[in-house]
């Protein structure tokens, strides 16, 4: 189970983009794709059914998740998820410090 969710801020922690932050755009499996990082160039075709254009373009490629850590914005550090049970709802917390994770949009 990944403790990390989309929309959550992450920090890179190890590969070419290592230090750089970013928010998560999805997640599947074991990869995530972060907004503005490991940008690669796809060479597209036209396509009329949908109107897309043809050429180079230039999206997000996943990084393995094991790659980002959660950024913790009291510490200002990469931090790691736990769980605990706060007024019957399972919420995800830091391990450094406890606080509960703001909730992802």
């Given at each position: 189970m990944a403790k990390i969710k989309k929309g959550d801020q992450v920090i890179v922690i190890a590969g070419k983009e290592k230090g750089k932050q970013g928010t998560v755009l999805s997640v599947s499996n074991d990869r995530v794709k972060v907004e503005g990082l490991n940008l690669v160039k796809k060479h597209q075709k036209p396509n009329r059914a949908t109107g897309a254009e043809g050429g180079i373009v230039t999206q997000e490629a996943t990084l393995h998740i094991s790659n980002v850590a959660i950024f913790n914005a009291?510490?200002?550090?990469?931090?790691?998820?736990?769980?605990?049970?706060?007024?019957?709802?399972?919420?995800?917390?830091?391990?450094?410090?406890?606080?509960?994770?703001?909730?992802?949009k």
């Open positions: 009291t510490t200002q550090k990469a931090d790691r998820i736990g769980y605990q049970v706060i007024e019957g709802a399972k919420t995800r917390v830091y391990k450094s410090n406890g606080e509960a994770v703001a909730v992802a």
